[in-house]
């Protein structure tokens, strides 16, 4: 039995063991840009693998990072994954405020197929460095790149050294990386490959080069404000891999920034006096009656509304003014009914275009128009002159002169 026990403790202990990842500790530098990739691959032994009949499919897993003890993360810090089949990245820039203090962030991995979670902690410690920060800073907008592309090791490599191939610094670094999302942007749409755009800023320790400033001269800038594409004789050296907007590149000089100083307003001691130890009161006090006071808050609204019920009572049924109207009206409804029904049984009387008439020039009977049948009387009483039969034509009157045969 006691083998058996020992047996299970160890089982215990090994499942905990596996399931559970020590905090891992980074060690950025301030001013520095910062990128860790959350690898899927690093969490999938927390979940059972998913195996099909003949084929392994990858779950789908999503991250979710916050601050430790609070529900998001540092302002400096930033976090994107673009589908539930990729990694996550963490990126940004700490600042100078962060050195010496051990950022603790908590990372949750949700596997959206079994609902299972691991939970892992990352331990940012910010260093400080002498060259922070580089006096020279250059913000460059690339067009055909998404952020997690650009944070990709290979690709911001590949644009730092072709700014350095410009630029010739000894020291150069990424500073920040900021989606053109986060800038205003609009969403692309999903046609040509088209990419959301990326802000990526470098510092470096010397001043800028002739080919970064001619961005600056009056051509170019007509040519910007124009919606052209300036004349930039370094462009090809970028154009093979990035498409650089070369209009909203931003030349920052550090050095010729003026700083503003501003006084805080004297936020005062804070603290209230001291009034020494809180004595609550006894419990002695006297007990208070409510029932004057649930009298006024209950029975006056009902008073006030069994009035208005009242008076809308009288007003609904005992001033109808309009009865006398609606008998009025019923007895003429009454009234047409017993017409129509008597109408129906008497004798009907022809109507008049239908009787005989006299010619109004020779005086000589017209026969009807219709014959004497009850049918014809749904006829038009109007017919045109062709129609008629025994038709006589009436004499146009000449006018007075003579007569000529």
């Known amino acids: 039995m006691v083998a058996v026990g020992v047996v299970v403790w160890l089982y215990v202990v090994v499942t905990i063991l596996s399931r559970s990842h020590g905090d891992r500790n980074v060690y950025p530098s301030a001013g520095v ?61 700490p600042t100078a405020e962060q050195v010496g203090k051990p950022t603790v962030i908590e990372i949750t991995a949700y596997n959206r197929r079994t609902f299972e979670t691991a939970r892992n902690n990352l331990v940012i410690n910010i260093m400080a460095t002498e060259e922070f920060p580089l006096p020279y800073q250059a913000e460059f907008y690339i067009r055909n790149m998404n952020v997690e592309e650009m944070l990709a090791s290979e690709v911001l490599g590949d644009f730092l050294g072709a700014v350095k191939n410009v630029w010739q610094p000894e020291r150069l670094n990424a500073i920040n990386i900021t989606s053109a999302l986060d800038r205003g942007g609009r969403v692309p749409l999903p046609i040509n490959n088209l990419k959301e755009g990326v802000y990526v800023m470098v510092g470096a320790d010397v001043p800028f080069s002739s080919c970064l400033r001619e961005v600056e001269t009056p051509q170019n800038q007509l040519r910007c404000s124009q919606e052209m594409e300036p004349a930039i004789s370094c462009d090809k050296k970028f154009r093979a891999q990035f498409n650089i907007d070369w209009c909203k590149i931003n030349l920052v000089d550090i050095t010729k920034v003026v700083p503003v100083y501003w006084e805080r307003p004297h936020p005062g001691p804070g603290v209230l ?132 045969s």
């Open 33 to 93: 840009l910062f990128v860790h990739v959350l690898e899927r691959e690093y969490f999938k032994g927390e979940f059972a693998p998913y195996i099909k009949a003949g084929d392994s499919s990858n779950d789908p897993i999503t991250f979710n990072t916050n601050l430790k003890g609070f529900p998001d993360r540092p302002g400096w810090l930033r976090y994107i994954q673009r589908t539930p089949h990729s990694d996550g990245v963490l990126y940004g820039s």
């Open 273 to 404: 006096p001291d009034i020494g130890v809180y004595d609550p009161p006894s419990e002695t006090l006297l007990s208070r009656d409510y029932f004057s006071d649930f009298v006024v808050t209950l029975a006056v609204p009902s008073a006030v509304a069994l009035v208005l019920f009242a008076v809308l009572g009288y007003a609904m049924c005992c001033r109808r003014e309009g009865v006398i109207q609606l008998v009025h009206h019923s007895s003429i409804q009454k009234s047409s009914k017993e017409l129509r029904s008597m109408s129906k049984n008497r004798e009907i009387s022809w109507p008049l275009s239908t009787l005989p008439v006299f010619h109004p020039v020779s005086g000589e009977v017209v026969p009807p128009l219709h014959p004497d049948n009850y049918e014809t009387t749904s006829t038009p009483l109007m017919q045109t002159q062709t129609n008629l039969q025994n038709q006589v034509q009436i004499p146009q009157q000449q006018p007075p002169g003579k007569w000529y």
